[in-house]
């Protein structure tokens, strides 16, 4: 089983302020990095996939980085606004022989406060 | 509209009664893939499918079967439901892991 590490847990922001955290995965074998964004009561939305190291990907004010050499990637938020309040999931993917599926981490629940 | 329908949404049974959770999608993906999801253990897999009569354990597939005969079909199989499966599934599908999932809205499972 690959451990897919997310931080923080959760995490309070002040409406306006910006925000990132933290998504580590192993760094051999990579095949390709997942964010979602997961409202309560809703199923998780695809945010990014990132296949290459150096990667940057940005959807208005959320953007997300990746180094696959040292196996991190961190997710921004730009001037959360309350609609930002979610569990944001990462998924790793590696390349074994064929994609052996997407391991999640356990997600870190973001709450924006106005 | 492309998505991915899970039935049914809730389902109360009784421990050691078969029983299957549908799972389809209308946009020609093949790969598809289940989950659970359990508090403070995340989302983890229980089987996935390359394509058509492809399939493959996850991480949890004790205690359940799948099946790819069609490729817009997956449906997860408990053939003797135990407690311990009392859980949140979903399914979810895409073209292939380069892309993202689009996830079925969800099945909550209570085996009583």
Same mark, same amino acid.
């Given at each position: 089983?690959? +451990?897919?590490?997310?931080?923080?847990?959760?995490?309070?922001?002040?409406?306006?302020?910006?925000? +990132? &955290?933290?998504?580590? !995965?192993?760094?051999? +074998? &990579? %095949?390709?990095?997942?964010?979602?964004?997961? *409202?309560?009561?809703?199923?998780? *939305?695809?945010? !990014?996939?990132?296949?290459?190291?150096?990667?940057?990907?940005?959807?208005?004010?959320?953007?997300?980085?990746? +180094?696959?050499?040292?196996?991190?990637?961190?997710?921004?938020?730009?001037?959360?606004?309350?609609?930002?309040?979610?569990? %944001?999931?990462?998924? !790793?993917? %590696?390349?074994?022989?064929?994609?052996?599926?997407?391991? !999640?981490?356990?997600?870190?629940?973001?709450?924006?406060?106005? | 509209?492309?998505?991915?329908?899970?039935?049914?949404? /809730?389902?109360?049974?009784?421990?050691?009664?078969?029983?299957?959770?549908?799972?389809?999608?209308?946009?020609?993906?093949?790969?598809?893939?289940?989950?659970?999801?359990?508090?403070?253990? #995340?989302?983890?897999?229980?089987? /996935?499918?390359?394509?058509?009569?492809?399939?493959?354990?996850?991480?949890?597939?004790?205690? /359940?079967?799948?099946?790819?005969?069609?490729?817009?079909?997956?449906?997860?199989?408990?053939?003797?439901?135990?407690?311990?499966?009392?859980?949140? /599934?979903?399914?979810?599908?895409?073209?292939?892991?380069?892309? #993202?999932?689009?996830?079925?809205?969800?099945?909550?499972?209570?085996?009583?």
């Amino acid at each position: 089983i690959l +451990n897919v590490e997310q931080s923080p847990q959760s995490l309070h922001v002040q409406e306006g302020d910006s925000t +990132n &955290f933290t998504c580590s !995965f192993p760094s051999s +074998n &990579f %095949y390709a990095l997942h964010w979602y964004r997961w *409202e309560t009561a809703k199923s998780p *939305e695809a945010l !990014f996939v990132m296949t290459l190291n150096g990667d940057e990907k940005k959807k208005g004010r959320i953007s997300a980085t990746l +180094n696959t050499k040292e196996g991190y990637s961190y997710l921004y938020i730009k001037g959360s606004q309350p609609e930002d309040s979610a569990t %944001y999931l990462c998924a !790793f993917c %590696y390349s074994g022989g064929g994609a052996d599926g997407l391991t !999640f981490g356990k997600g870190t629940h973001l709450i924006i406060q106005p | 509209e492309a998505q991915v329908t899970q039935n049914p949404r /809730y389902l109360i049974t009784v421990t050691g009664k078969k029983l299957t959770v549908t799972c389809s999608q209308n946009m020609n993906h093949e790969y598809m893939s289940w989950y659970r999801q359990d508090p403070g253990l #995340g989302l983890r897999q229980i089987y /996935y499918s390359m394509n058509v009569e492809v399939t493959d354990k996850g991480d949890v597939p004790e205690g /359940y079967k799948v099946s790819r005969k069609e490729k817009r079909n997956f449906p997860l199989i408990l053939e003797s439901p135990s407690p311990n499966q009392t859980s949140l /599934y979903f399914c979810a599908s895409s073209p292939t892991l380069a892309y #993202g999932y689009t996830f079925g809205s969800g099945t909550r499972l209570t085996v009583v």
